[in-house]
C-alpha cells in the first residue's frame, strides 16, 4: 500500500509561482513512476508531469518550460515547481503513483491563478 500526501496549493496572481510537495509513505519502489495530474472545473483529469525513478520525465506540452518535477533520493516524496502561472493552470492538484498494475492517488490540492 501507498499513502501519498499532497501540499502547497493556493491562491497566486498569474505570472507567479507556487511549489507542490507530495509526501509518499508505504511500499514505493524505486521503479515506480510519479507524478501530478490535475482537473480543471468541468473537464477531465489530465498528466501534467510525470518521473519514473530518478529518470525519465514527462510533461505535458502547455507546461513545458514552466513547471519542473523532482523526486527525493530515497524515492518517495515529489515536488513540482510552478513558474510563470497561468490562470488555465487552475485546478485540483493530484499526486499519483504506479508501479505495474498498483496505482494510489494522493486526494488533491487546489490551485487557483487569478488573472
Known amino acids: 500500500q501507498v499513502q501519498l500526501v499532497e501540499s502547497g496549493g493556493g491562491l497566486v496572481q498569474a505570472g507567479g509561482s507556487l511549489k507542490l510537495s507530495c509526501s509518499g509513505s508505504?511500499?514505493?519502489?524505486?521503479?515506480?513512476?510519479m507524478g501530478w495530474y490535475r482537473q480543471a472545473p468541468g473537464k477531465q483529469r489530465e498528466l501534467v508531469a510525470t518521473v519514473t525513478g530518478h529518470g525519465p520525465k514527462n510533461y505535458t506540452e502547455s507546461v513545458k518550460g514552466r513547471f519542473i518535477i523532482s523526486r527525493t533520493t530515497n524515492w518517495k516524496n515529489i515536488f513540482l515547481q510552478m513558474n510563470s502561472l497561468k490562470p488555465e493552470d487552475t485546478g485540483v492538484y493530484y499526486c499519483?503513483?504506479?508501479?505495474?498494475?498498483?496505482?494510489?492517488w494522493g486526494q488533491g490540492t487546489q490551485v487557483t491563478v487569478s488573472s
Open positions: 508505504g511500499s514505493i519502489s524505486s521503479l515506480s513512476t
Open positions: 499519483h503513483y504506479r508501479r505495474l498494475s498498483y496505482e494510489s
